[in-house]
């Protein structure tokens, strides 16, 4: 807490902001699907112990529920053998062992998640259990239509950049303008990733690319963001390509949600590995199931599962017994495509899966050079960190309540100017905490139609708008 800034954070008492509604609707509602999930497992269970101790982790999550919702104060953590918890807990005493509905709410969120896991992390059967992989893997079946056209497109960019045909008879200008854009159309596929937003990806082609005309549905989905700094980002990297042409040029993603939005992540990963924008990309995955549907390594190892026989996967009945159309054989060769092209990058070494404690600490990332030294020296290493997602966002800037005008600069604290870091986040506006905006621009938002008015910052909660923010901390 020490390291924190002392501009205050959102607390789950202001009625007027998202904090309160996650405490008092959607937290219940989590662990409800939590309890179910765990039910349905235990139920085929054939080992008497470990059913019997399922029983009992079951009835752990409802005692939870009933304080949350009881407003009772948030308890220690038992010690589960990380370490940690030791933190959790002393944060927990030096903010005066608050009440669930009277607390910092960044703190609380991580703590719930925390103590779900101690659950299981206790136990003898369900060490590693996730309970909310049922749920991630079929929001990604879900995704199938958006996952097979992006897979298609993707191979033709590959296919063509890597023949060089994109560049025959063509300026360096116009090759760089042609860049440009193909790079803003992948960061803006990875930034509606998790809305899984099929119209964004009717201009990802080269023939539109060399026009230089960005589809419609490009341009309407541009004006949603509010802050955008992706050329600024491009023009980093290009000069990094540049001086260090033969060089190592690593990018890190410290990852958000699993599923489809994974998938755009590996995406776009695996186009800057294609282009030659890194020679390697480091994916920061959370070490315990996280925030429901955040990425941990056996995610990844899912998504690569799932795709090693997408006819499988693909046409699977779901557990209504519903049954789904057969892939066509260039379905299956695209997804295929994907697979063995990131595959080989992960035994190159040019795709590495990099998981840290410090990610799913209680705090904010302003308490890295503290907490996590060796990470914060290391991020120093990459050309581009990019943090992706609501929750890393609220992390970067402490989830506290900024003026929205203030720099993202100023924000992020340790990690902005002079930091030796490059960082890039990507976010679709899901909580009240907001910077970097132009004078007069969250007035103008808040006035729209379920924008919040004077009372509050409502149309930041909905993921219509977003914010792509660069703090150049090598420069």
């Known amino acids: 807490m020490e390291f924190d800034p002392k501009t205050p954070q959102y607390l789950t008492s202001?009625?007027?902001?998202?904090?309160?509604?996650?405490?008092?609707?959607?937290?219940?509602?989590?662990?409800?699907?939590?309890?179910?999930?765990?039910h349905r497992t235990v139920v085929g269970v054939n080992d008497d112990e470990k059913a019997n101790e399922g029983k009992g982790i079951t009835a752990n999550l409802a005692k939870l529920k009933y304080e949350l919702q009881h407003d009772r104060q948030l308890?220690?953590?038992?010690?589960?053998?990380?370490?940690?918890?030791?933190?959790?807990?002393?944060?927990?005493?030096?903010?005066?062992?608050?009440?669930?509905?009277?607390?910092?709410?960044?703190?609380?969120?991580?703590?719930?998640?925390?103590?779900?896991?101690?659950?299981?992390?206790?136990?003898?059967h369900w060490k590693g259990y996730d309970v909310f992989a049922r749920q991630k893997m079929n929001t990604f079946k879900s995704?199938?239509?958006a996952v097979l056209?992006?897979?298609?497109?993707?191979?033709?960019?590959?296919?063509?950049?890597e023949s060089g045909k994109a560049k025959d008879g063509k300026s360096a200008e116009e090759?760089?303008?042609?860049?440009?854009?193909?790079?803003?159309?992948?960061?803006?596929?990875?930034?509606?990733?998790n809305?899984?937003?099929?119209?964004?990806?009717?201009?990802?082609?080269?023939?539109?690319?060399?026009?230089?005309?960005?589809?419609?549905?490009?341009?309407?989905?541009?004006?949603?963001?509010?802050?955008?700094?992706?050329?600024?980002?491009?023009?980093?990297?290009?000069?990094?390509?540049?001086?260090?042409?033969d060089g190592e040029r690593r990018v890190d993603i410290v990852l958000d949600n699993s599923g489809?939005?994974?998938?755009?992540?590996?995406?776009?990963?695996?186009?800057?590995?294609?282009?030659g924008l890194a020679t390697s990309v480091v994916l920061h995955p959370k070490r315990l199931p996280w925030f429901v549907s955040d990425v941990t390594p056996k995610d990844f190892s899912d998504l690569?599962?799932?795709?090693?026989?997408?006819?499988?996967?693909?046409?699977?009945?779901?557990?209504?017994?519903?049954?789904?159309?057969?892939?066509?054989?260039?379905e299956i060769s695209d997804v295929k495509f994907l697979f063995n092209q990131w595959s080989e990058f992960h035994q190159d070494g040019k795709l590495i899966l990099r998981p840290h404690a410090f990610w799913t600490a209680q705090g904010g990332f302003w308490r890295m050079p503290h907490d996590a030294p060796e990470l914060f020296e290391d991020l120093k290493e990459s050309e581009l960190v990019l943090f992706k997602g609501d929750l890393n966002y609220r992390k970067l800037t402490n989830d506290a309540q900024w003026d929205p005008t203030t720099p993202f600069t100023e924000a992020i604290g340790p990690l902005g100017p002079k930091s030796g870091i490059r960082v890039l986040a990507f976010r679709t506006c899901k909580a009240d905490v907001v910077v970097g905006l132009p004078e007069g621009e969250d007035e103008k938002l808040r006035a729209l139609p379920g924008g919040g008015g004077s009372e509050s910052r409502k149309w930041a909660w909905s993921g219509k708008w977003a914010v792509v923010s660069l703090s150049d901390g090598k420069a």
Not at 217 to 241: G, P, T
Not at 313 to 319: H, I, L, M, N, Q
């Open 14 to 38: 202001d009625k007027l902001s998202f904090a309160s509604i996650s405490a008092n609707e959607r937290w219940p509602v989590i662990i409800t699907g939590a309890i179910d999930d765990l």
């Open 75 to 124: 308890s220690p953590i038992d010690d589960d053998g990380h370490p940690d918890i030791a933190s959790y807990n002393k944060e927990l005493e030096q903010r005066g062992n608050p009440h669930w509905h009277d607390v910092p709410w960044l703190y609380a969120e991580c703590y719930l998640y925390r103590r779900i896991e101690s659950l299981f992390a206790m136990s003898k």
């Open 143 to 145: 995704s199938r239509p």
């Open 149 to 161: 056209e992006l897979a298609a497109r993707y191979r033709d960019i590959v296919i063509e950049a």
């Open 175 to 193: 090759v760089e303008a042609a860049e440009r854009l193909l790079f803003s159309e992948m960061c803006e596929i990875c930034l509606w990733g």
């Open 195 to 245: 809305a899984t937003d099929l119209s964004l990806l009717t201009s990802l082609t080269y023939e539109d690319i060399q026009k230089l005309q960005g589809s419609q549905a490009r341009k309407e989905s541009q004006k949603n963001i509010i802050v955008n700094d992706l050329d600024a980002a491009f023009d980093a990297m290009q000069r990094a390509r540049r001086e260090k042409k």
């Open 260 to 275: 489809f939005e994974l998938f755009v992540d590996m995406i776009l990963a695996g186009y800057l590995l294609s282009a």
């Open 304 to 330: 690569l599962s799932s795709m090693v026989d997408p006819q499988a996967f693909y046409t699977a009945a779901d557990e209504s017994g519903k049954t789904f159309p057969s892939l066509s054989e260039k």
